[in-house]
């Protein structure tokens, strides 16, 4: 009989009848236009990026890259937090590989409260400073998000726990930072990585489809692209790449100018030693859509205070600073 019950379930996921189907589709298309104006997926909560994506689909898979340092984690961070604090109270689950949860924490901490991380790192907070830190943490405390910060976490570990999480209390969106740190599902390390990434990257998508909810997954890019005029990043950039761009729905870059300005206007070291600038200066940012298989492509561009972990519409951060 268990027999017959799974290899009945089986043949319903198989064919669907395309009335069905059509029906399906009347009825988005019915609901869409009677909440013209909103955004129809998850919202990211920054406007000009949820116009050119509609919000994140339920069942997308979404790589966001970047070079170390240029704010991958902090981006990701922003959005999670900001789609937890939405007035539909959304679930995150958040696999962090390479920070601790305290970590996380703290970035989304002065993220939320504007305060200023350096003065929170080395214990010389200001009153005003304390007052931020306290409204934030009371913010996100009534937040639904979940953080596992197992390292070196499996493919098929994070399909049972996302599994989990959505039984217990709900799934509406997960954050892996970052991709090349997943153990493929095999029982030892595969020789051939990029074959083991290609698998990671399929469960990640089969993840998003099996759960209805999309999974943001953040990936290295490869020192290529330090080596060109134009360094904004292309998918060619993408670490380990396989099948991930095939696999995504949506790929976006973070491109700093700022990150790469030496300052000195000298081009022609011929070393390859380029050094990539870090400073604490706030600046645009560049969110590049190189593919998205729904809608168009194009640029958007924020305002990043480092200070606070925070990235901000352009007009905002106008406003915030004038």
């Not at 043949?11 to 669907?16: A, I, Q």
């Not at 490869?222 to 991930?244: H, L, T, W």
């Not at 790469?260 to 969110?287: A, C, K, L, S």
Request: glycine content about 8%.
């Amino acid at each position: 009989r268990r027999i017959l019950e799974l290899s009945s379930t089986r043949e319903s996921d198989g064919f669907k009848d395309i009335r069905d189907v059509l029906g399906q589709v009347y009825d988005n298309a019915e609901q869409l236009d009677q909440n013209s104006g909103q955004t129809p997926g998850i919202p990211t909560g920054y406007r000009d990026l949820d116009q050119m994506t509609a919000g994140f689909n339920r069942n997308d898979l979404i790589i966001l890259a970047a070079r170390p340092s240029v704010g991958k984690t902090a981006f990701a961070l922003n959005i999670a937090q900001k789609v937890a604090t939405h007035e539909d109270q959304y679930t995150v689950g958040i696999f962090s590989l390479e920070m601790g949860a305290d970590q996380l924490a703290t970035r989304m901490i002065c993220s939320s409260g504007n305060v200023d991380s350096n003065r929170l790192r080395t214990g010389t907070m200001t009153e005003e400073d304390w007052n931020r830190f306290t409204v934030a943490v009371g913010k996100l405390s009534r937040t639904k998000i979940f953080i596992d910060d197992t390292p070196g976490v499996r493919i098929t570990d994070i399909r049972s726990k996302c599994r989990r999480l959505k039984q217990e209390h709900g799934l509406d969106m997960i954050v892996i930072d970052y991709l090349q740190l997943i153990q493929g599902s095999g029982s030892r390390a595969s020789d051939n990585r990029q074959q083991e990434v290609s698998e990671i990257s399929r469960m990640l998508k089969a993840i998003a489809r099996e759960l209805e909810c999309p999974v943001i997954a953040l990936s290295q890019l490869s020192r290529g692209v330090e080596q060109r005029q134009d360094k904004r990043p292309m998918m060619s950039d993408i670490r380990e790449s396989g099948s991930i761009e095939q696999d995504a729905d949506i790929v976006a870059f973070l491109y700093r100018d700022d990150y790469y300005n030496r300052g000195d206007g000298d081009d022609d070291d011929d070393d390859g030693g380029f050094e990539p600038q870090t400073n604490d200066e706030n600046g645009e940012i560049e969110i590049i859509i190189a593919k998205q298989r729904n809608g168009p492509t194009g640029t958007v561009k924020l305002h990043f205070m480092k200070q606070y972990n925070k990235f901000t519409d352009i007009d905002y951060a106008h406003a915030d600073m004038g």
